[in-house]
């Protein structure tokens, strides 16, 4: 007797789709069984999804004809209704006839498949590294945008597009195992502008020396092909209230992209966009990140607009503070949609905080028991991320807490209220009096 066995080649199938495994083989001899088994851990485990056995099945009796020499073509199949990532992997179908010539002989053959189940990313994101980030109006930046793509398998194709149009960006290599960060390194080297640096070199120079902006290392690498961003600029030229440095007409931006498995089979993808800041044309830039992969039918994406803090707005409770009490003060919100989330500091104006600190970072300033001292005192708060820089002022008004008791007298013995007044009046009276 003679056996083959074959299993229809499947193209790759998307999480909750149907499959049928399909085993055809064709045999002279007398069917013994039918085993499917789904293989695991490399091969080291088989676990049996289906089971035939001729000897107690009618089934196969009809279809069967042991007189008849001819061939006899056969098909076994397995549904999957609703497939799982966990479903991913090889199938392998083993068929057993009986020897024709001793009919207790037992005759295997097998074949097998691979079930490659894909999954369309469930979730996606763009975020800003390293926030909240102070701004700098002074020294040039970078700026780095990241791209979270989860539960995809196989690992999405990830690229960025600015305003619509989609970003040529110079690839990065992966960074080392163990890094532990998706963040890329510092791309730039920069130097303060010329306001830092004394006017006995920010003018001409001292002789010999072809930079008058000395760094303290030189720049290397990526950094030394971005040197042509930054040019010194007279004094005259440029107000203190604008960047010192000035960017080419088309940022450089370099791009990574990584990909991590996950336990349940799936890959997160991690895409990096860095470029040096220049606030004065990435303010309100619409930047969005979009994902290709085998199981979408489209792109899917999401997006983010770069805009600096405007207007924030402050609340302090309770609204009509007493001495005693614990005031806080917070930023509700802006007038605007800011990204990425901006760094807020406090400060007193012309003094120290009441806790002795020069100022405190957070959304919220908590004062612990007022003293009638604070009264009129001036709060600024300041909102600030890589595009921009606001402040705004509340003053905080103590009134007298009518839950402390006062004594029935003063110190000088006399009653409280209008009758101190009066002999105040009454004296002051009296001497006007006796000078005239």
Not at 8 to 23: F, H, M, N, R
Not at 54 to 66: K, P
Not at 117 to 127: E, F, G, H, R, Y
Request: charged letters at 20%; proline letters at 9%.
């Amino acid at each position: 007797a003679y056996l083959t066995v074959s299993i229809e080649p499947l193209p790759p199938v998307v999480v909750g789709d149907a499959v049928t495994l399909k085993c055809n083989f064709k045999t002279d001899g007398k069917m013994r069984e039918i085993v499917w088994y789904r293989v695991t851990d490399g091969g080291t485990i088989k676990q049996k999804i289906f089971t035939f056995d001729a000897m107690f099945s009618t089934n196969f009796s009809q279809m069967e004809n042991y007189r008849k020499r001819e061939d006899l073509v056969y098909q076994s199949t397995v549904r999957l209704p609703e497939v799982r990532i966990s479903d991913n992997g090889p199938y392998e179908c083993h068929v057993g006839i009986y020897d024709r010539a001793t009919r207790e002989k037992v005759v295997l053959a097998s074949g097998n498949v691979f079930l490659n189940v894909m999954a369309p990313p469930t979730s996606i994101s763009v975020l800003a590294a390293d926030t909240p980030a102070p701004f700098s109006r002074y020294q040039a930046q970078n700026f780095t945008l990241v791209c979270v793509v989860s539960g995809g398998k196989p690992a999405p194709l990830v690229y960025f597009k600015r305003d619509g149009e989609p970003i040529e960006a110079t690839p990065l290599p992966e960074p080392p195992v163990g890094a532990g960060s998706w963040a890329p390194r510092n791309l730039l080297h920069r130097d303060l502008d010329d306001t830092k640096v004394p006017k006995s070199l920010a003018a001409e120079g001292e002789p010999g020396m072809g930079n008058p902006f000395p760094t303290a290392d030189p720049p290397r690498g990526l950094a030394a092909e971005r040197d042509s961003v930054t040019e010194s600029i007279p004094e005259t030229v440029v107000s203190r209230e604008f960047p010192r440095w000035v960017h080419m007409a088309e940022p450089i931006y370099y791009f990574r992209h990584t990909h991590a498995p996950v336990s349940d089979g799936t890959v997160e993808a991690r895409a990096t966009l860095t470029w040096t800041l220049n606030p004065q044309i990435d303010n309100e830039a619409l930047f969005s990140c979009e994902v290709k992969h085998p199981a979408l039918s489209m792109p899917m994406q999401s997006e983010v607009t770069l805009v600096a803090p405007k207007g924030p707005k402050i609340t302090m409770t309770p609204t009509r503070a007493h001495v005693g009490d614990t005031v806080r003060i917070l930023v509700q919100g802006f007038q605007n949609e800011v990204f990425p989330e901006p760094l807020f500091t406090w400060t007193r104006v012309g003094s120290r905080l009441l806790d002795g600190s020069a100022e405190h970072d957070g959304k919220e300033l908590v004062l612990e028991r007022v003293p009638a001292e604070l009264n009129g005192s001036m709060y600024r708060c300041t909102a600030q991320n890589p595009l921009g820089s606001t402040d705004t002022h509340t003053r905080l008004i103590v009134f007298e807490n009518p839950n402390i008791p006062r004594g029935p007298e003063d110190s000088n013995g006399s009653l409280p209220g209008h009758c101190g007044f009066r002999f105040v009046l009454a004296l002051t009276l009296t001497v006007i009096l006796e000078l005239t």
